[in-house]
């Protein structure tokens, strides 16, 4: 299918109407009229209902645009891919959510660059879900997650288990949260177990979503918030932060997916050093004294 159809598609999703769809693309308005009717044909059903109102997708439409998006998405894969082949033997595409790439992750990455440097890399984060849904559509290779969900034709194996803890800049003996916690999200899973643990906690005064970057801010306002004890433990070490000891944890299992079809040979030797960097993380790494 010509990749322009489903650009236009989400182009008119996107501005409300064709008009507006056709200036942002910058083509004529019965360009991109012609390009919904081919598309439709192809489909054989209406994707857009029109009024006055705008234009909104019809049930069809709905079930498309997942789609639409998907193949964009390929098509952006294959043409980095290609563009790669001149300098590079292959190509590793590599997503995992947020937190998992201060102290673990990047430093896989760089690993990679030394040790099998004819290979070029790119990553991404994302939330697990959209993550496995990319290994399906064959944009990802591989994905580390938080409680993967089982797929046909993905492998999920479990790596290690990831501990959250409540750190302060300031003073230790407390057991909860109190006036100086911020929200620190560490995704849906979390979001989800802290809001059952700390109802009262459900709309703290500040939530920061930048993840590892988000310590230095306790540090600097003596603030309290939950932190992977992988990235808190240097902290913790040199005395910036201090383990709140008594306080509720959260573990969760760390997986990493990649597609049954692989290149096991290619495969084996980047998921083995993976496997080492787990390692590295699961093994204890702070003792309070």
Same mark, same amino acid.
């Given at each position: 299918?010509?990749?322009?159809?489903?650009?236009?598609?989400?182009?008119?999703?996107?501005?409300?109407?064709?008009?507006?769809?056709?200036?942002?693309?910058?083509?004529?308005?019965?360009?991109?009229?012609?390009?919904?009717?081919?598309?439709?044909?192809?489909? *054989?059903?209406?994707?857009?209902?029109?009024?006055?109102? *705008?234009?909104?997708?019809?049930? $069809?439409?709905?079930?498309?645009?997942?789609? #639409?998006?998907?193949?964009?998405?390929?098509?952006?894969?294959?043409?980095?891919?290609?563009?790669?082949?001149?300098?590079?033997?292959?190509?590793?595409?590599? *997503?995992?959510?947020?937190?998992?790439?201060?102290?673990?992750?990047?430093?896989?990455?760089?690993?990679?660059?030394?040790?099998?440097?004819?290979? $070029?890399?790119?990553?991404?984060? *994302?939330?697990?879900?959209?993550?496995?849904?990319?290994?399906?559509?064959?944009?990802?290779?591989?994905?580390?997650?938080?409680?993967?969900?089982?797929?046909?034709?993905?492998?999920?194996?479990?790596?290690?288990?990831?501990?959250?803890?409540?750190?302060?800049?300031?003073?230790?003996?407390?057991?909860?949260?109190?006036?100086?916690?911020?929200?620190?999200?560490?995704?849906?899973?979390?979001? #989800?177990?802290?809001?059952?643990?700390?109802?009262?906690?459900?709309?703290?005064?500040?939530?920061?979503?930048?993840?590892?970057?988000?310590?230095?801010?306790?540090?600097?306002?003596?603030? $309290?918030?939950?932190?992977?004890?992988?990235?808190?433990?240097?902290?913790?070490?040199?005395?910036?932060?201090?383990?709140?000891?008594?306080?509720?944890?959260?573990?969760?299992?760390?997986?990493?997916?990649?597609?049954?079809?692989?290149?096991?040979?290619?495969?084996?030797?980047?998921?083995?050093?993976?496997?080492?960097?787990?390692?590295?993380?699961?093994?204890?790494?702070? #003792?309070?004294?």
């Amino acid at each position: 299918m010509d990749i322009s159809l489903a650009r236009t598609f989400l182009a008119i999703v996107e501005a409300g109407n064709f008009k507006e769809a056709a200036d942002r693309l910058s083509v004529t308005q019965s360009t991109v009229s012609a390009r919904i009717k081919t598309l439709e044909e192809l489909l *054989g059903r209406a994707l857009f209902e029109r009024s006055k109102a *705008g234009t909104t997708l019809t049930p $069809a439409g709905e079930q498309f645009q997942r789609h #639409a998006m998907a193949l964009l998405r390929v098509w952006r894969h294959a043409q980095l891919d290609v563009a790669l082949s001149d300098r590079h033997s292959d190509h590793l595409a590599v *997503g995992a959510q947020i937190s998992l790439w201060e102290g673990f992750l990047l430093k896989w990455i760089s690993w990679l660059r030394e040790e099998q440097s004819q290979i $070029a890399v790119t990553a991404s984060v *994302g939330a697990s879900n959209v993550l496995i849904e990319r290994l399906s559509e064959g944009t990802l290779d591989i994905a580390i997650v938080y409680r993967a969900q089982t797929r046909t034709g993905i492998i999920i194996e479990h790596i290690f288990d990831e501990e959250l803890v409540l750190v302060t800049g300031g003073e230790s003996g407390v057991r909860k949260p109190g006036e100086r916690y911020v929200f620190v999200n560490w995704g849906p899973e979390f979001a #989800a177990d802290h809001a059952d643990a700390f109802p009262e906690l459900a709309y703290s005064g500040l939530h920061l979503d930048l993840g590892a970057i988000g310590i230095s801010y306790l540090i600097e306002a003596k603030a $309290a918030g939950y932190f992977p004890m992988r990235i808190a433990t240097p902290y913790l070490k040199d005395g910036r932060l201090k383990l709140v000891e008594r306080a509720r944890r959260f573990v969760y299992p760390v997986y990493v997916a990649f597609p049954e079809d692989r290149d096991e040979q290619a495969f084996e030797p980047l998921l083995s050093g993976l496997r080492r960097f787990a390692d590295d993380v699961a093994a204890p790494q702070w #003792a309070s004294a």
